[in-house]
């Protein structure tokens, strides 16, 4: 067999070898709509993170999640508001932006890189407005890692950060997903 012929060859088996080893479980591809009632009510069960306990009166928005065959992930949070009332007071939270980074996911276990983080939140209480701007720190090498389950239509995600000790809970984010 000539060289010329060997290589490509041996190109194209190591590619296809590749692919196979770096491909997403199919049914993570597209984009999903994070239930957000659910994170809600995560929220209002409390959570050893959230010192006081949340009384949410009211909430809108979307967060959506667009999952490539490049591995690749967009998280879009957009008009997310939520009225809740914490120790009597009313306040008012606010987020935009996006999350972007690298996913991995086969056989139920799966791992997320965020990259970039570019959310913004604007807290509204007793007549005052903070603006807490996008926070570059929370993104980085420390992936969320945890086991999903999915359909062509549900997404369940169980996740936490990799290195976190195990009595820690784990992030707040919608475990439930549909198309």
């Given at each position: ?10 190109v194209a088996i190591i ?123 929370e993104a980085g090498p ?38």
């Open positions: 067999m000539k060289f010329s012929r060997v290589v490509p060859l041996t590619v296809g070898s590749a692919q196979s080893v770096l491909a997403l479980d199919e049914c993570l591809l597209g984009t999903w709509n994070a239930d957000i009632s659910e994170l809600v009510r995560q929220m209002e069960e409390g959570q050893p993170s959230i010192p006081v306990q949340l009384d949410i009166a009211d909430f809108s928005g979307s967060v959506t999640v667009t999952i490539s065959d490049d591995m690749r992930y967009e998280m879009l949070t957009q008009d997310f508001v939520m009225k809740q009332n914490v120790d009597g007071t009313e306040v008012v939270m606010q987020m935009n932006g996006d999350n972007v980074g690298t996913i991995d996911g086969k056989d139920g276990t799966i791992s997320i890189v965020t990259e970039t983080f570019d959310v913004t939140t604007i807290v509204e209480m007793s007549g005052q407005q903070i603006v807490l701007p996008p926070r570059p720190q420390e992936p969320f890692t945890g086991t999903y389950s999915c359909t062509d239509t549900e997404l369940t995600l169980l996740l936490t950060l990799a290195d976190l000790d195990p009595n820690v809970p784990p992030p707040l984010l919608p475990h439930r997903w549909t198309k």
